[in-house]
C-alpha cells in the first residue's frame, strides 16, 4: 500500500510513530522501531510529505509495523530552501487534525503536490496550499462559491466576508448579524485564489490559513 506521511513523533528515543495517508485516504499510525538507532537507516525517508510503499504484515492492529518500507518520492530535494520546508509544514498542517483526517477525500490531490514539492516556486506552493485550504473547507462543508449576499441576495463585487457556517455576506448583513468584521474571510481571497495569484497578499493569506486552522480545531 502507498502512503504519504502527515506526521512523525519520537518515542522512546528508538522508534518513530508515523500518521500516514493511505490512497484510500483512510489515515493510520504506523510504528518504525528502531530506526533512530538505527546506523543503516535514515529517518529521512519518513520526513512528512514523504510519500512511501509499504508492506504491513499484520494489518489489523491499531498500530502497524511495516515488514518492509521503500521510499518512492521526498518533498525535501538537495537544496530544498528553507520557505519550501515551511511551505510543507502548513500544507499538511490540517490534516494533522483527526475531525479533518475522517472527513476527506483528498489522497490524489496531495500526491500530486508532495510528489514535486521540491520543484515548485515558493510563490506557487503558497497558491497551492491556498487552494488547497478551499478544497478541504469545501470537502468539510464549510466553503460556498456564492457571490450573491447569503441573507439578502445582493449581488456583491468582492467587498463580501465569508462567514463559515453562513456564507458570503455584505456588509450591511454582516452587521445586522453582529458579525465581526475580522472573523470574516474576504470574498477577494477566494476569487482572486481562482482567477489571479499575482494579485494576493501574501500575508493576507497566511493569516487566513490561521483563521481557518483555528476554526477547524475548534469542535
Ligand atoms: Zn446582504
Not at 75 to 85: C, E, I, K, Q, W
Not at 100 to 116: A, R, T
Not at 172 to 182: H, I, K, P, T, Y
Request: glycine residues 4%; aromatic residues 10%; hydrophobic residues 40%.
Amino acid at each position: 500500500m502507498n502512503a504519504i506521511i502527515i506526521s512523525q513523533v519520537k518515542i522512546n528515543e528508538t522508534d518513530l510513530l508515523l500518521t500516514a495517508l493511505l490512497d484510500d485516504d483512510e489515515t493510520i499510525k504506523i510504528k518504525i522501531p528502531g530506526i533512530l538507532k538505527s546506523k543503516k537507516r535514515s529517518t529521512n525517508s519518513f520526513y512528512p510529505g514523504s510519500v512511501l510503499s509499504f508492506v504491513i504484515a499484520n494489518p489489523t492492529k491499531n498500530i502497524l509495523i511495516p515488514k518492509e518500507h521503500e521510499l518512492l518520492y521526498s518533498p525535501v530535494g538537495d537544496t530544498t530552501a528553507y520557505d519550501s520546508l515551511v511551505n510543507l509544514e502548513a500544507l499538511l498542517a490540517p490534516l494533522k487534525l483527526s475531525y479533518v483526517q475522517n472527513s476527506l477525500e483528498i489522497y490524489s490531490l496531495l500526491f500530486s503536490l508532495v510528489k514535486d514539492w521540491a520543484s515548485f516556486e515558493p510563490v506557487n506552493q503558497h497558491y497551492m496550499i491556498d487552494r488547497f485550504y478551499q478544497i478541504i473547507m469545501k470537502q468539510l462543508g464549510i466553503f460556498h462559491e456564492e457571490t450573491i449576499c447569503c441573507k439578502c441576495d445582493k449581488l456583491l463585487n468582492n467587498n463580501g466576508l465569508f462567514y463559515f457556517h453562513h456564507g458570503i455576506m455584505c456588509n450591511s448583513c454582516r452587521s445586522a448579524n453582529r458579525l465581526s468584521a475580522s472573523h470574516g474571510i474576504p470574498q477577494q481571497w477566494f476569487q482572486l485564489t481562482f482567477e489571479n495569484y499575482a494579485d494576493i497578499d501574501l500575508r493576507y493569506s497566511i493569516s487566513i490559513r490561521k483563521t481557518i486552522l483555528q476554526y477547524i480545531k475548534s469542535p
